[in-house]
């Protein structure tokens, strides 16, 4: 058989020397350098190096507790403060070389600063070890992407308020079991998602403050015998307070688990609309159409327009669904406390923070682009079976109950069936028949408007109530 060689696409590894560095910062017991496989199995910085700007932030806070403390001499908190600065505008400007060999970030820039400033570099790790430092950063990352995730969702919320705002009046059938049901509103439909998106807010935002506490200062996981000032630290990283356990802070991943589920909530949102979406752009509704810059053709039939970005939010869906499992999977077996299964918990949320800001950023100036084809939604809630309901409601008004009313709406229904004459079709005389206590009033029920119109109640499809609920959420915005 051929030799095994390693997969290509594993980029080769840097120089030695960066290896024997990092393994300066551990390898004091051990007589071998790791095996070139192992190092990259082991490096994070491919995809951990996102969190440069945090872990520089809490990198300074931690160096200036620990001169304001005097553990290490004020002029070398300077001297890294300074070289700190010096490295986030390197890396800002992409002058920044990252090595695998240096396994991370954090010793990625821990090298740099030692290159740049010599000895008092290796003062900066004092009281620290990576498991509260990685901690520390991902909160701080996490915490500001929270933020551009609710604002992301608040941008689409006002696209869905401003289109609902110009379909009050225009009928179109709901839905349940995918058979239509009764006649509802556009807007009624557009503000259910203006809803769901608001929970969504509420979720992130409540996972943002339970994440929003300090563990730099837990160690490695027994905290340490250094005098450091953690709520200084705190303060300067403006968490809202530092964590009470040293084990539970190394070790905690709870906020990941809750924003991967928060995340997973708005896909999961992303993909019903989408889903309706998909059929009403078919020939078989042809109620709206996006604009041609979301959708694509096909490679063989010119005349196709496919509505891709729905179809890629519902499929992507699952793709976040996998992150979430594959991160509760991780932490399932982790005993108290520091596991290097851990180094598995980054990539999946980065993963599903990138896709679902993509969507939310896709989504807004879609929803602008749709346009509406009123008359054949019109047409398709004229069917006078989807007014069966009201016919039943009226006679609740008449005094008859409830189980009565439907027994015998739905024997009417039967009739019509059975003879081939539509409900509206269906004379006061063949109507008294099945329903005694009918008059010329029902037949006068079978209009989507009139239906829609009389559901004026609060949270009701009427519209009326949809131009209560715009202007709710447009006096929200104004806030």
Request: a negative charge.
């Amino acid at each position: 058989p051929p030799s095994l060689k390693p997969a290509q696409h594993l980029h080769p590894l840097p120089p030695q020397e960066k290896l024997t560095f990092a393994m300066s910062m551990w390898g004091g017991r051990f007589s071998a350098t790791p095996n070139d496989l192992v190092a990259m199995m082991s490096q994070s910085v491919s995809y951990d190096k996102r969190m440069y700007a945090h872990d520089i932030r809490a990198s300074i806070a931690h160096a200036d507790m620990l001169a304001a403390q005097e553990i290490i001499p004020r002029k070398d908190a300077d001297e890294i403060i300074a070289g700190l600065t010096a490295i986030k505008a390197d890396i800002d400007a992409g002058n920044f070389e990252w090595s695998a060999k240096l396994e991370d970030l954090h010793m990625n820039i821990e090298s740099r600063l030692t290159e740049r400033i010599g000895a008092a570099g290796g003062r900066l790790h004092s009281a620290r070890s990576r498991n509260d430092q990685v901690a520390t950063d991902m909160r701080l990352f996490f915490r500001d992407e929270c933020g551009m995730v609710v604002e992301l969702l608040r941008t689409l919320q006002k696209a869905l308020v401003e289109l609902a705002a110009e379909h009050t009046d225009t009928v179109l059938p709901g839905f349940t079991h995918l058979q239509h049901a009764q006649p509802i509103v556009l807007a009624h439909y557009l503000l259910a998602y203006v809803e769901m998106f608001d929970r969504d807010i509420g979720r992130v935002e409540d996972c943002a403050k339970r994440m929003n506490f300090l563990p730099l200062g837990s160690g490695a996981m027994a905290g340490t015998t250094l005098p450091i000032d953690r709520e200084r630290v705190c303060a300067a990283l403006e968490f809202s307070g530092v964590m009470r356990n040293s084990m539970d802070g190394v070790s905690d991943r709870d906020f990941m688990c809750e924003l991967l589920f928060s995340v997973a909530m708005i896909m999961m949102h992303l993909s019903r609309i989408s889903e309706d979406f998909i059929f009403w752009i078919s020939q078989e509704a042809g109620w709206i159409e996006l604009g041609d810059t979301f959708c694509t053709g096909s490679s063989l039939m010119p005349q196709k327009k496919n509505p891709d970005v729905c179809e890629l939010t519902r499929g992507k869906t699952g793709r976040v669904y996998g992150g979430l499992v594959t991160l509760l999977t991780v932490m399932k077996g982790m005993p108290l406390c520091y596991n290097r299964d851990m180094q598995e918990d980054k990539e999946p949320v980065f993963d599903a923070l990138d896709t679902v800001k993509t969507l939310l950023q896709v989504w807004t100036p879609m929803v602008k682009s749709v346009q509406v084809n009123k008359e054949r939604m019109r047409a398709a809630a004229a069917d006078p079976a989807l007014m069966a309901t009201d016919l039943a409601e009226w006679l609740v008004k008449n005094g008859v109950p409830f189980r009565t009313a439907h027994h015998r709406v739905g024997s009417l229904v039967g009739f019509s069936k059975e003879k081939g004459i539509p409900l509206d079709k269906i004379t006061l005389e063949q109507m008294i028949e099945i329903i005694p206590e009918a008059n010329e009033e029902c037949l006068e029920l079978w209009v989507p408007e009139k239906s829609v119109a009389m559901r004026d109640t609060t949270g009701g499809t009427a519209p009326n109530q949809a131009r209560i609920q715009v202007a709710f959420w447009q006096s929200k915005f104004a806030e």
